[in-house]
């Protein structure tokens, strides 16, 4: 009877534990040292592409557009210091949340996933390797 007891309290203590590590940690906000701190996301890592007109993260299975907030802004000036053309992308690490695009909602034709940049973490000091080069070939002239 007693071992019983120490199996179910010990099951009723991993269920607990397992409810509260499976919360959302992108809502949750953390109490440190009499402050209330909001949690700032995932950590992602991509290439980074900013200009005027909008912002993408690149990584190996999405692409994501990026509110266009001081964050963007302030990650698109560091990566232009280290790109070569206009069109480089920058590897980057940072941390945000991700959710739908609410430009979807308005018909737009856009990334259905949007990130908004809580903190930069890093900046690579060399743009990404391009995966496509487009090469132009002459001809020859074969007509005789």
């Known amino acids: ?12 203590i991993c269920a607990a534990l ?8 992108a809502k949750k906000k953390v109490k440190q040292e009499g402050a209330v701190v909001e949690n700032k996301g995932a950590t992602i890592a991509g290439e980074y592409y900013y200009s005027e007109d909008g912002a993408v993260l690149k990584g190996a299975t ?19 210091q280290v790109k070569n053309d206009v069109y480089d992308m920058v590897p980057v690490l940072v941390r945000g949340t991700v959710s739908r695009n609410p430009a979807l909602d308005q018909g737009q034709e856009v990334w259905e996933q949007m990130l908004t940049i809580k903190e930069i973490v890093s900046v690579g000091n060399a743009p990404a390797a391009v995966d496509i080069k487009i090469q132009e070939e002459k001809k020859a002239d074969v007509s005789n």
């Open 18 to 25: 397992l409810a509260i590590s499976c919360q959302d940690g």
């Open 62 to 80: 999405f692409i994501y557009a990026v509110a266009m907030d001081d964050m963007a802004q302030e990650l698109g000036e560091r990566v232009a």
């Open 1 to 12: 009877m007693i071992m019983k007891n120490k199996i179910a309290l010990s099951l009723s």
